[in-house]
């Protein structure tokens, strides 16, 4: 009997190194004058998303609204540390908070949910679809997981132009199972692009938990594959946002590469104002609110720092002034005229 021909043992390769991590981030050390203006901030998205609850049931806000309860201290500590103007921002389309805490005037937003011509995108981008040049806000995506492409195309252009900003890419649990999000992935860690991106994991996508969807339901673990690190952070406090937002961003500012950034958080409401959200119990979210509310914890840490109540009461008043104000704004402005109907659409052959 003839012997089979022996197999080829593989070269051993030699063993991948010892990559270098970013440290583990603390939890921020702010300044009363610091916590109170993320107080602030966090407040406003709060009662700004409330009032836009409000105006979506009166039928002033049409299409789809996807509100960002629960979830401010994810856009309010990321983005305290970026530079307005040098540094970018591109999310999906539960996107309000983003750009209320990138320092966008309430009114412009609020006229822009309402479809009017003040709006920020001239009312013709609404809830889903915001952007701003001007500060370095790209979007409000509809399409789940197609900003994370984009926010590497932004990581890009930051390190072609040497111009020493970063990208910021935030994308939900849900999208963390894109094909285009891998992809992403593999081209910003070969390139070494200058992006973070944020997976703001609230748990339930658009209403299947992540622990029913993800094999890998850890998913700070989700770029490995790749090279890339990733850090889960308490995404409802907001210094251990900023924390690890000041470790990531130096980390991707200096040349390092990407970092992935997992968010625990969650949202108060469902996926979108026509979610019931009946996945879930009433009894779950309220133990949310008592244990982990962003605003009360960042009340708490105030209240440490000798920042008083009335401080706190005068904070409420000016924020519920400012809600007031944009919503007044959004319903007293002109809807866009017909004729503009046609205009910013590209019509040609090339």
């Not at 070269?11 to 610091?34: G, L, T, V």
Request: charged share 25%; proline share 4%.
């Amino acid at each position: 009997m003839a012997k089979s021909p022996a197999r080829k043992t593989a070269s051993a390769e030699p063993p991948i190194p010892n990559r270098e991590r970013p440290a583990q981030p603390d939890r921020y050390k702010a300044s009363a004058e610091e916590l109170t203006e993320f107080y602030r901030q966090m407040l406003l998205i709060r009662r700004f998303e409330e009032k836009a609850g409000q105006l979506y049931g009166m039928g002033l806000i049409g299409g789809f609204c996807h509100l960002y309860i629960g979830q401010e201290a994810v856009a309010v500590g990321l983005q305290s540390a970026l530079t307005i103007g040098k540094d970018s921002v591109i999310t999906g389309y539960r996107d309000h908070g983003h750009m209320l805490a990138y320092g966008i005037d309430p009114k412009v937003i609020m006229a822009e949910l309402t479809g009017r011509a003040a709006g920020i995108s001239r009312g013709k981008g609404g809830s889903m679809h915001m952007f701003s040049v001007e500060h370095g806000f790209y979007g409000g995506h509809g399409i789940v997981g197609a900003q994370v492409s984009l926010g590497a195309g932004l990581g890009f252009a930051h390190k072609y132009k040497d111009d020493g900003g970063i990208c910021l890419a935030y994308f939900g649990d849900g999208a963390a199972n894109q094909g285009q999000v891998y992809e992403s992935f593999n081209m910003a860690e070969l390139w070494k692009l200058p992006v973070v991106f944020v997976i703001e994991n609230n748990q339930y996508a658009m209403g299947t938990s992540v622990n029913r969807s993800s094999a890998e339901d850890q998913l700070y673990r989700r770029g490995e594959s790749f090279r890339i690190p990733g850090i889960q952070v308490d995404g409802m406090d907001v210094l251990a946002v900023r924390g690890a937002a000041e470790v990531a961003i130096n980390w991707a500012r200096e040349g390092k590469g990407p970092v992935l950034l997992e968010m625990k958080t969650y949202r108060y409401r469902g996926h979108s104002m026509s979610d019931p959200a009946k996945y879930r119990s009433r009894e779950e979210v309220q133990a949310m609110r008592d244990k982990s509310d962003p605003i009360e914890g960042a009340k708490r840490e105030l209240e440490k720092l000798g920042v008083g109540e009335d401080a706190l009461k005068a904070i409420e008043k000016e924020i519920k002034a400012v809600v007031a104000e944009s919503a007044d704004f959004a319903e007293q402005s002109p809807e866009p005229p017909l004729d503009d109907l046609h205009t910013d659409v590209l019509v040609g052959t090339y």
